[in-house]
């Protein structure tokens, strides 16, 4: 049993917020528009956001386009750690990669009277009397300490009470994911870029910490920055928001290849590899037009021939032979 005991049911595809918040460039009105429409449309009731993303501006986007809909249909997931103060509308924030004024500033606080803030203030931009989950936001880069000692028992605590459905942790870090998960605390982790198409490693103890204490996964970042986002591998790709290596990009059109040779796309493999492993409940994507939606929609829905995963798992033990060979060398 997790924490609570709880399972919700999260669909096998969400919608991510963050490109609501303008990451890496803005996302305009209409296209915000286009891309809550459309979710909803094609049966998307899921949707993911945070504090951080554009310093208030995903969730106040977000909560904009959910008006109306009816609540009892879909969940809406949100994260704490780090309040929102008023900053000085001066400048941008695009050191934090997001393309929006700097009219707030952050600060770390996993404190429960922190948390506690986090979550009203969070209710007021959504425009929401309450979300269904609360994720305690990349605590590997605020206060790490903090955060355990003081905000998921917080978090367990408003579990408790009702104020929330569920709680977890969301990070791109295995290492403190599966601390969290040891504590017993959490019913969910929202997992980035540490379990997909092309990598899995680092995340293999934690998934497997999940399934012992029946905590459910939601894969996100699974097209790795971008990498794995289209059926064909550009020479400029990134890979953790940078430059791919040559090794990298060798294995992704190695894997894009594959996808053709069984009539599929990279992207379908990435976006329903990792709902194969039984940890892993949801996929939330980033999509920031109606274009996106219905082409992930499409992807998450192809149908994807066994042969095709039987070829991805032996071309995985090869390329972990050859990296192991490269790291004994
Ligand atoms: N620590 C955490 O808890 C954490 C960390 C990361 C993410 N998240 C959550 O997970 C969500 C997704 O993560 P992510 O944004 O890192 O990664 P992602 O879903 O792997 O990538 C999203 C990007 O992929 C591109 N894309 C999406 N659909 C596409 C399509 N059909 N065709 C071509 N390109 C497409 C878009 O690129 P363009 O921008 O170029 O249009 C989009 O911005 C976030 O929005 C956030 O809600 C949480």
């Not at 891309?35 to 009731?45: D, F, K, L």
């Not at 809406?76 to 008023?86: A, E, F, M």
């Not at 019913?187 to 980035?192: G, K, T, Y």
Request: charged share 25%; net charge negative.
């Amino acid at each position: 049993m997790s924490a609570a005991g709880l399972r919700l049911p999260l669909p096998r595809l969400g919608f991510g917020a963050a490109q609501l918040g303008n990451l890496y460039r803005v996302t305009t009105d209409e296209e915000a528009d286009g891309a809550v429409a459309a979710a909803w449309e094609q049966g998307i009731r899921c949707f993911d956001t945070a504090p951080h993303y554009g310093i208030g501006t995903s969730e106040r986007r977000l909560g904009e386009r959910l008006r109306g809909l009816p609540r009892r249909e879909y969940l809406v997931s949100t994260k704490v750690g780090r309040l929102l103060d008023p900053g000085p509308g001066t400048g941008d924030d695009h050191a934090n990669a997001f393309w929006v004024p700097d009219d707030h500033v952050r600060r770390w606080d996993f404190s429960e009277v922190g948390v506690r803030a986090s979550h009203q203030a969070s209710l007021e931009r959504l425009g929401l009397d309450r979300v269904d989950i609360l994720y305690a936001h990349d605590p590997e880069e605020g206060p790490t300490e903090q955060a355990f000692a003081e905000g998921l028992p917080a978090l367990a605590r408003m579990r408790e009470e009702g104020l929330v459905g569920a709680v977890g942790v969301g990070s791109k870090d295995a290492a403190v994911c599966t601390r969290a998960v040891r504590t017993g605390l959490v019913d969910l982790v929202m997992l980035s870029g540490r379990y997909t198409l092309l990598e899995q490693d680092a995340a293999r103890e934690l998934l497997d910490a999940c399934l012992e204490h029946d905590v459910q996964v939601v894969a996100v970042s699974v097209f790795n920055s971008g990498l794995l986002s289209r059926p064909v591998v550009p020479d400029g790709a990134t890979y953790e928001y940078a430059a791919a290596p040559a090794e990298i990009l060798a294995h992704a059109r190695a894997l894009a290849a594959l996808a053709e040779d069984h009539g599929v796309t990279l992207p379908d493999l990435a976006v329903q590899y990792p709902l194969r492993h039984p940890a892993i409940a949801s996929v939330v994507l980033g999509m920031r037009t109606a274009g996106q939606v219905v082409s992930n929609v499409e992807r998450m829905g192809q149908h994807v021939p066994e042969a095709a995963w039987e070829a991805v798992a032996a071309l995985e033990a090869e390329w972990a032979e050859r990296t192991a060979g490269a790291r004994d060398a």
